[in-house]
């Protein structure tokens, strides 16, 4: 078994188990968004770094992923991308 410390700054009075419920909460959502952008359109391997393109790319990838997530059929999000391509 092993424990890990995490130390955060906040001006929010809660307890420890309200705030960590907290804390989990936000970076499940994180860690679900960035894993379905990584693996669906391989945002990590995006090489786009000048000017506004980063950005706008990434607000079209996300829009793309809202897109296919509202598709109501039994392909995996992979596949549908590429049937939508």
């Not at 705030?19 to 894993?35: A, P, T």
């Amino acid at each position: 078994m092993s424990y890990e410390t995490r130390y955060y700054l906040s001006d929010l009075t809660l307890g420890a188990d309200e705030f960590n419920k907290l804390i989990r909460n936000h970076w499940s959502i994180e860690n679900k968004l960035h894993w379905k952008l990584d693996v669906v359109f391989n945002e990590g391997a995006q090489r786009t770094k000048s000017g506004n393109a980063p950005q706008n790319l990434a607000a079209l990838r996300k829009f793309a992923l809202q897109l296919i997530n509202q598709m109501d059929d039994k392909e995996s999000i992979k596949n549908r991308r590429k049937m939508a391509g």
